[in-house]
């Protein structure tokens, strides 16, 4: 079956630009996970959906971020204002529940470059 | 708040070689622990995981056993192949703030020499 897919996997912008980083999760998973990778790192928590609503937005970095799910399917990660210190691979993940136990299955990011 | 450690890389290994790679956690919950594993090029799969303590978590090839008393969950392969030269990143799943966000490890770079 179809896993999570992510657009576009590569993202080139200018300091100060407005971006959209798009995530289509595995059919019927409730659960939806934004993370940042940066270089040589393992990937960070940025923000957590359970159906439409954002339940934990705790690990976003700034009010620059932003991130939507209004249907509870799809997902929208928005930067304005960009940053060169926002270059990294977003990742998104979904998981059946948003249990302890569920496995979270990830798309293969967008790497994101600010020049 | 909770964390894991990995062992540094980058981790040079003759064919046929054991694999040990040392993860440990801190945890103020009853997480699950995972390893995920990133090949050149690909995106992050789920390697194996373990949900509760003494829990063996195992797939192709590999094992990772769920050790509380040490707060440890290191991951071990008989005999590496080249094919599994690649990033893998031991993960709990964070339960006190009911989101079960994932927690990583910074990562080891295995390199597998035929």
């Known amino acids: 079956g179809a896993g999570v897919s992510q657009t576009p996997s590569n993202k080139v912008t200018e300091k100060g630009k407005y971006v959209e980083l798009r995530c289509d999760p595995i059919s019927g998973h409730t659960a939806l996970y934004w993370y940042r990778q940066s270089l040589g790192q393992g990937p960070e928590f940025l923000i957590y959906f359970q159906g439409t609503g954002a339940a934990d937005d705790s690990g976003l970095p700034n009010d620059r971020f932003f991130a939507v799910r209004p249907e509870g399917s799809v997902s929208t990660l928005k930067i304005q204002r960009t940053e060169r210190g926002d270059s990294a691979v977003y990742l998104c993940?979904?998981?059946?529940?948003?249990?302890?136990?569920?496995?979270?299955?990830f798309g293969p990011g967008t790497r994101l470059t600010v020049l | 708040g909770d964390s894991v450690t990995q062992m540094e890389g980058p981790v040079t290994l003759s064919e046929e070689a054991f694999l040990t790679i040392n993860c440990t956690y801190t945890?103020?919950?009853?997480?699950?622990l995972f390893w995920y594993v990133q090949y050149p090029g690909e995106g992050l799969q789920l390697l194996l995981k373990?949900?509760?303590?003494?829990d063996k978590g195992s797939n192709k090839g590999f094992e990772a056993t769920y050790r509380k008393e040490t707060t440890s969950f290191h991951l071990e392969k008989g005999s590496v192949q080249v094919s599994d030269s690649a990033v893998y990143f031991c993960a709990l799943s964070e339960t006190t703030s009911g989101t079960y966000k994932y927690i990583f490890g910074t990562g080891t770079r295995l390199k597998v020499l035929a």
């Open positions: 945890a103020t919950g009853y997480p699950s």
């Open positions: 373990a949900t509760k303590a003494d």
């Open positions: 993940a979904s998981s059946l529940g948003g249990r302890a136990t569920d496995t979270q299955y």
